[in-house]
């Protein structure tokens, strides 16, 4: 009896010690995890390090041909800030009308046409957008000359922004190399991109650019990323994990294009070729046998962000 209860004690000693050794590699696996994450969040830094650099002089070379290199052409040696057209002294008069009567913008303006008067129909987004910048760069009150100032820089670093989405989007699309070429050549592509995205010509083409651009981006990382995982409806319940980078890009993508329709009241049409492209992806979904529930959940969470 003495040298069977002695043997359980041994079991028992052996038992806690299998258990002790088990909760203790647990212990330290778990410690470990997060060690090698930051480590391999190191490594993607690094790795992406050329890249982003890369990307930041793409951005100053965009930033340089639209803003040096026309400067003396816009800010005259008298002091006048030559804008440059008709549309760009519209805004920077409905701009001045604005940081006049802050917050209440105008929408009916008496002195166009006469002696009619025109409904604005572009949206307010750009104009507000100046304004607010101008409010803080002048500490709350800015002078009429901070205020052209601010006005006619504001394309050249809209136009220089938009190597940044057009770079993530061949990035996803091929590669990185990919995406530093695409940057590179939006950035020094002649045309009219270049014309209405210079210095002094503050018009809201080049923020329809940047805005319809990031919303393609998002658009395309919330339709990657929920295919790559499967999505489907059921995850709305049970998974977080699974459906906050689909569902974070589409309300990112809301968010643009939201942003877009508040610049210009043609991005609708924008958005119809976004839902021709997605009745397309539809089609092929099912004919391939596929789910096309993350096709809906996408498309709806950015249709109703928006």
Known sequence: MAGKKKNKEEQTRKSKKRVGTKEALEISESIQRPTEAKVTR???LKSSAPYGIALGIIFAIALYIRA???????FLADGTIRFGGNDPWYHMHLVHALLHNYPHALFYDAHTIPPYGVYIHFGPLYDHTIALLSIIAGLGHPSSHLVDVVGAYFPAVLGALVVIPVYFIGKHLHNRGT????????????????????LGFTDHHVAETLLSTTTILFFMLALRSARAQNLSFKDLNRN?????YPLGYAVLAGVAYA???LCWPGAPLFGAII????????IAEHIRGRTVDYLTMVGITAFVVE
């Open 42 to 44: 190191i490594e993607q």
């Open 68 to 74: 040096v290199l026309p400067y003396k052409s816009v």
């Open 179 to 198: 995406g530093l070429l695409a940057a590179l050549i939006i950035a020094t592509l002649p045309g009219q991109f270049l014309s209405r995205s210079l």
């Open 240 to 244: 977080w994990h699974v459906i906050r």
């Open 259 to 261: 942003a877009y329709q």
């Open 275 to 282: 839902v021709i492209a997605s009745i397309i992806a539809y």
